[in-house]
């Protein structure tokens, strides 16, 4: 068995898309999935399974509760690879976050002007690096995505670890 890490996106983000942790975890179970433990209280979850599905996920989240939301999962040697991935450059900003793609990015970032901010792609992951605040940045989520084509869920180096156990 293999202990996965669930990341929902937009869950429990002002009055739409709100899911009870209770409710993920009755969610996870009824799948088969096992030890699901949630966290916090915006859609993170790790549980143990031979087989998980991100699809079957976001079927049964859209199907018992009416929530239409991405999934995305990662193995525990994945999220540790996306932390020590981190760039020195961003990992040394005033607040950090990396920004788990759900596919395959169609664009780079490299050319990309966000200054005073930075941003950097890893395997599946996006590093964002923000010097002052982040409602004031021109690298929002939005513009993330569209310039990779990619939906994505971003999540605090913190979380990250708190995920990692």
Do not use: C
Not at 90 to 111: G, K, R, T
Request: glycine share 6%.
């Amino acid at each position: 068995m293999t202990t996965w890490a669930l990341l929902l996106r937009a869950v429990n983000l002002g009055p739409t898309n709100k899911l009870p942790m209770a409710d993920l975890r009755a969610v996870l179970t009824e799948l088969g999935y096992g030890e699901v433990t949630t966290y916090l209280n915006s859609g993170n979850a790790t549980f143990t399974s031979s087989k998980p599905s991100a699809a079957d996920v976001e079927q049964a989240l859209r199907e018992r509760l009416g929530l239409d939301v991405r999934a995305t999962l990662r193995t525990r040697p994945e999220l540790q690879a996306a932390l020590d991935g981190l760039p020195a450059d961003i990992a040394e900003m005033s607040y950090v976050l990396l920004a788990f793609l759900f596919d395959e990015p169609q664009d780079d970032v490299a050319d990309w002007d966000v200054a005073p901010d930075r941003v950097a792609l890893g395997d599946r992951v996006a590093y964002l690096g923000y010097a002052h605040q982040v409602h004031t940045s021109k690298l929002q989520n939005a513009k993330l995505e569209k310039r990779l084509g990619v939906a994505s869920t971003a999540r605090t180096r913190g979380t990250v670890r708190k995920l990692l156990g």
